[in-house]
């Protein structure tokens, strides 16, 4: 059976035809008609020149898009837990580290130290053991106060002496006892969002607020879509009409009352999703920005793809590609599948990887 060649929409080609001349000879009413002769034939132009694009065997990926913001994650407060006036405070976008002063009381310093459990009681001679002791003793070790062996859970005279050797550096009374509200405890680095409190106020009440130290976009995700973020996969994200990728580092597991572009309630419930950037320079200096994540939902290898430019409607329905073969054009039907990125996947008969393709872009 001879298959039938598929008709197509748009790309018209251009003809010369014959055309007739008139002549008007003189003043007179004579008038003399000249036809171009019958014989000459009708001529088909050279074909305009056009852009194709190679027929490319790769990789494409369906992807799902949500709105996110550029910053340095959810903020926390930091409260004062030590009686006096608050004497000095940090700027606001500093970076804290461990061991270094937060800010101060009665012109003492009051550091950072790094750890997950907070200190829940004041540790001293006699105190029993625990979690606590050990964590203090890690913490005095990193500033450069030792002499207890490893830390552990015991509190000793060795961590009595570590204490006292560690207050006289920071001008404070040695006592060789830790108190509650001695240090600010953080996991780790901390960011200086915003100054609470003022110098000369109580110190006991909100001093600060701070976040993470590397900025990230965190994405208010559909929690019925939450399966398109998975810890450790990439995503990709524009900032400011700049595209780089993303490595995805938390998904949450609590959903919250959603909000729409209007910051109306949508009634869909929200999780937040942090994807931190592979290359940090795309935000350049912004602290905050709008944010576009895009996750992957699917992806299609080793298939065929082209421009969308280049699929044409076909009047039958359907449709097909221009094949380009040293300037000589036929159409081949094709099937679609996946749109990706400006590309498209398909497959017809006869199609193969470097053909090329007549496209509008």
């Not at 006699?126 to 990193?142: H, I, R, S, T």
């Amino acid at each position: 059976m001879t298959e039938s060649r598929p008709r197509r929409r748009g790309r018209a080609r251009w003809f010369i035809a014959a055309a007739v001349l008139v002549v008007v000879v003189g003043t007179g009413s004579a008038v003399i008609l000249t036809r171009v002769s019958s014989a000459t034939s009708v001529q088909e132009a050279a074909p305009p020149s056009v852009e194709t694009a190679e027929v490319a065997k790769t990789d494409l990926s369906e992807e799902e898009e949500a709105d996110g913001t550029l910053g340095y994650g959810e903020e926390s407060s930091v409260a004062g837990r030590k009686p006096g006036t608050v004497t000095s405070l940090p700027d606001a976008g500093a970076t804290l580290t461990r061991c270094k002063a937060v800010y101060g009381v009665d012109a003492k310093p009051v550091p950072l130290f790094y750890g997950t459990l907070p200190f829940y009681r004041d540790l001293a001679a006699g105190a029993a053991d625990g979690a606590d002791v050990k964590q203090l003793e890690e913490n005095l070790k990193a500033c450069g106060y030792g002499g207890f062996g490893t830390p552990d859970k015991k509190f000793t005279s060795a961590t009595a002496a570590a204490l006292k050797k560690w207050q006289k550096a920071l001008g404070l009374d040695q006592t060789g006892a830790f108190g509650q509200g001695d240090v600010v405890l953080a996991a780790g680095e901390l960011r200086v969002s915003a100054v609470s409190a003022k110098l000369g106020s109580p110190a006991q009440g909100e001093v600060l607020k701070t976040s993470g130290t590397v900025r990230s976009v965190q994405v208010k995700l559909d929690a019925a879509k939450q399966d398109l973020a998975q810890q450790g996969a990439k995503a990709s994200v524009t900032i400011n009409g700049k595209t780089s990728t993303g490595t995805i580092t938390d998904v949450g597991k609590s959903a919250v009352e959603g909000k729409d572009g209007a910051g109306q309630d949508d009634g869909k419930p929200k999780i937040t999703v942090t994807v931190q950037l592979d290359d940090p320079a795309v935000a350049g200096t912004l602290d905050s920005a709008p944010a576009t994540v895009r996750f992957t939902k699917d992806v299609h290898s080793g298939v065929l793809a082209v421009p969308v430019g280049a699929l044409l409607a076909l009047a039958e329905g359907g449709y097909a590609v221009e094949v380009d073969e040293n300037g000589k054009r036929r159409l081949v039907a094709v099937r679609t599948g996946l749109f990706s990125g400006g590309k498209v996947e398909v497959s017809g008969n006869g199609l193969t990887a470097g053909m090329r393709v007549v496209t509008t872009s």
